[in-house]
């Protein structure tokens, strides 16, 4: 009898690394023979010094050859497994994977499968209401959430087709246009309005601004933060409101607006900040604070590749726009 991990991704790692050797062994196969590739890290991987991690990975085409972003952490991230192409290895002796380290790659297929369009960049629900139609046309589309400054360095580096950012420059005034360079070009997409998530009811949020209610959960010791990953704009907006503390729960700092409304709709924070329609959708209070412009920097040498005149057309049909509006957003 073998007993596995109740998490789905724990349990599939503790397989393959230490089940499956033994039940060969006893079958007398060989060893398991895997399709391996090699891959360069773009960003810095943190890891728990003592324990070997496993850290699932999406493969992209680079300038220079394959790029694995990391795919998600965690034994339960079963969403990130199901979207991952393979997997890397840290060594119990290291306290982090290095951006730009040379990693081989476990492959989950004999082979890499080359998306036809890649997106890089900051996450939003809406972008899955334009992207189901190039789906639909039997189209693969790979979209990773690195954050808007993560998504403009990876298209910057040529890793990507698209990168959706929203980021305000103080200078100007203006949304995103500030941040592109030689190379690049804005698509407008979609406003959507940010805000403060927490469960209603919540007498330390209730009625209050966004602000005040930040304010109100910083004097409180016991009311716990969910934070978003750096380099997303979203956690731009947050560390302006928390004018350099940090409060309990701020290192919890996961990729996505559905993890965090997640987090507070299940008591393992009592705030964070996350966009209306999300917060909407799970029945939590919102507190808004700032309507942000969501557009996609463009690789202007990846223009004319069908993938994205598809994207394109998606994002401007009478389709998207109605689904778009229908979720809470306002297209461009």
Known sequence: MVILPGFPTSAMFTFHDMIVPVLRRMAGLPPRSDAKVSATVPVRIASELGRTEFVMVSLVEGRGG????PSGKGSGAITSFAQADGFLRIDALADQMPAGTEAEVTLFTPHVRVPDLVIVGSHCTGLDLVTAQLAHAGLTVRSIAVGSLGGLAAAKRG??????????DDRSETYN??????????????????GIVFRKGDKRFEGLSAKD?????LTDPACIMVNRNQGAGTRILIDRLLGGARPEGYWNQPRSHNAVAAAVAQQRADWGMTIAPVAHAVG??????????????????????????AFLDALGSGEARTALERAGFRPA
Do not use: S
Not at 66 to 69: G, N
Not at 159 to 168: M, S
């Open 66 to 69: 394959l790029i694995a972003y």
């Open 284 to 309: 939590l209070g919102f507190i808004p604070l700032a309507e942000e412009h969501y557009d996609f920097a463009l690789v202007t040498a990846r223009k004319q590749r069908p993938a994205v005149q």
């Open 213 to 217: 209610a930040v304010a109100a959960a």
């Open 177 to 194: 246009t500030p941040y592109l360079v030689e190379g690049l070009e804005l698509v407008p997409g979609w406003r959507r309005m940010q």
């Open 159 to 168: 890793e990507c087709d698209l990168a959706p950012i929203h980021l305000f």
